[in-house]
């Protein structure tokens, strides 16, 4: 979902800069995509100080490697490409369960919906939080990547596809598998 | 007709209007009749509500001039490093060469636009009945026209309230459009038909 | 004093030069489409206004003569020119909004309205920037459905419902989630 046009004539001259070594026009990129960035990243790994530490490593990748970068894609897509391979070598490298932290843990309970009527009825707010970080974190990577990469970051199908470089044909079916397991999941919350 | 299994596999795309216009159709047309997958699409937007609500919105403060930081310290060739150099110090001198050149631009342009009327007013003096306001005239538009079809005549919309419609189809004889201006607000009316 | 109109346009054009040093890039910014449906049965039954809907309880007396107004439903979108979005509304009627271009703050969208598959309505209109069209007149139960179809560019949704995030009142039935 970009503007062409202008954005993409405008971009075009930050990146010939920034291959030249002006980092302030390279900062403009920064600033531009540093919230989806950590979003894509934090689809993956799923803890905020790791996924910013991954999107800090994913501009300077990019920036080193700017002269391989070619137009046939777009410049947020080859970012956040990097930043869903980066996060995802992390994550198999650590091998760790994340540990919420207490701001992590936080959950606004105004925000969930009131229960009477709805298919989840009466259940604690913040054992519903709880149990649903839990059940993102026994989703492997690609699944917890697609379902928040749709969800939170509101990403096509397409733009998922494009980001982990998988069929689109994967990322509905992979898309269908989480949603199917985390429904039961929160309706097993809701029962008990 | 399909089948609640066929279906359900397409709920997901069909909440993320995912699918194609004919797919859209057939999905909305079975959820129309089944209870069933109309609960599990309530579910799937409920889960994606609570995964947005539990999500937490990253603290960048600081995030880019980290970058910038780290990036500077790469390693760099010496012509991009010279060029850096003198990037920056022209960057502080051309902050200050702005703000003069602004104020500086924007004092020969009022001198430039001031004065010929200047003079015409020295001119004529302060008895004269010149008057250098031009009149605008804003056009008021006509009411819209609305398509009708299938024998319809609806009302037209007024141009005072939020939406201007340009194009009205319905197989309804009764369908109708009003506006009220004071509510900001335009309706259209699509009774059931007998 | 006097001056030859090439020296005139060369001698704004260097000063406006000097000025525009180190000034920064202005960011284009990316022109989403939000879209906000609300849909609420309007009946006859001395029941008062869902409080969720106190922010268009006004509008909606003022408009329709109702003594009830249920919110049934409440979904959010976002979407860009060009692209349609889907929403599935209550009594299985199907809306599809797609925003065809932003023009002084007036957003210019297609909107059609299924009765399952069967179209209802077709509309070409442009919509006020945070402003709200009213669809009404489809039976739903024991009344009648109106469905407040509202779109913005910046995000902020038009005085339309509190949203199901910010909702404190009790026992009131559950809405449709936001999208």
Not at chain 1, 75 to 83: K, N, P
Not at chain 3, 44 to 67: H, I, V
Request: hydrophobic share 40%; proline share 5%.
């Amino acid at each position: 979902m970009r503007t062409p046009g202008r954005q993409d004539g405008d971009e075009a001259e930050l990146i010939e800069r920034s291959r030249k070594g002006d980092s302030a026009a390279f900062g403009v990129l920064v600033e531009r995509y540093q919230r989806r960035v950590v979003g894509v990243a934090q689809a993956v790994v799923h803890n905020q100080d790791d996924a910013i530490e991954l999107a800090q490593e994913t501009f300077v990748r990019a920036y080193e490697n700017l002269s391989k970068f070619e137009s046939r894609s777009s410049f947020s897509t080859w970012l956040y490409r990097i930043a869903a391979n980066l996060a995802i070598d992390f994550w198999r490298r650590e091998g760790r369960h994340v540990v919420l932290h207490g701001e992590d843990a936080e959950t606004e309970i105004g925000k969930l919906p009131t229960a009477q009527g709805d298919s989840f009825k009466e259940v604690s707010r913040s054992e519903l939080s709880a149990r649903l970080k839990q059940a993102l974190e026994e989703l492997t990577p690609e699944h917890r990547a697609v379902i928040l990469l749709r969800e939170v970051e509101g990403m096509s199908y397409d733009e998922i596809s494009d980001v982990l470089q998988c069929p689109r044909g994967t990322v509905m079916s992979r898309l269908h598998y989480a949603r199917t397991h985390l429904r039961k999941i929160l309706k097993d919350v809701s029962g008990s | 007709m399909a089948e609640c299994g066929e279906i359900s596999v397409m709920l997901g795309a069909f909440e993320d209007s995912e699918l194609e216009p004919n797919e859209m159709q057939e999905v909305a047309f079975h959820l129309a009749r089944c209870e069933s997958c109309t609960g599990i699409l309530a579910d799937y937007s409920t889960l994606g509500r609570n995964l947005r609500s539990i999500s937490v919105e990253p603290k960048l403060a600081g995030f880019s001039s980290a970058v910038i930081a780290r990036v500077e310290r790469l390693p760099q060739p010496a012509h991009i490093r010279i060029a850096r150099f003198f990037r920056r110090q022209m960057d502080s001198l051309g902050a200050g060469l702005a703000w003069g050149g602004a104020v500086a631009a924007a004092a020969v342009l009022t001198i430039i636009l001031m004065t010929p009327y200047a003079e015409q007013f020295a001119r004529k003096g302060a008895g004269s009945g010149t008057s250098v306001a031009d009149a605008t005239h804003e056009a008021v538009p006509a009411p819209n026209q609305i398509a009708s079809s299938s024998g319809n005549e609806p009302t037209m919309a007024d141009n005072d309230s939020q939406a201007v419609i340009s194009r009205l189809e319905s197989p309804n004889r009764s369908v109708a459009v009003w506006s009220e201006p004071r509510r900001d607000t335009t309706v259209i009316w699509l009774p059931d038909q007998p | 004093m006097t001056l030859r109109p090439g020296s005139l346009a060369f001698l704004i054009i260097a000063i406006a030069a000097l000025g525009t040093q180190g000034l920064c890039y202005a960011q284009a910014p990316t022109k989403q489409v939000y879209v906000y449906i609300d849909s609420v049965m309007a009946a006859d039954t001395n029941e008062g206004t869902d409080p969720r809907l106190s922010p268009m309880d006004k509008k909606l007396r003022g408009l329709f003569g109702f003594s009830t107004y249920s919110l049934i439903g409440h979904i959010e979108g976002e979407t860009s020119c060009g692209k349609m979005i889907a929403f599935a509304l209550p009594g299985g009627k199907i809306l599809h909004v797609q925003p065809r271009a932003i023009d002084n703050d007036m957003i210019a969208m297609e909107i059609v309205l299924f009765d399952g598959t069967r179209p209802m309505m077709t509309t070409d209109l442009k919509l006020k920037n945070n402003g709200t069209l009213i669809v009404g007149g489809p039976r739903y139960e024991t009344g009648m459905m109106i469905i407040s179809i509202g779109a913005s560019t910046s995000g902020a949704q038009p005085g339309g419902t509190h949203s199901a995030m910010q909702a404190q009142v009790a026992g009131t039935p559950g809405e449709s989630a936001a999208h």
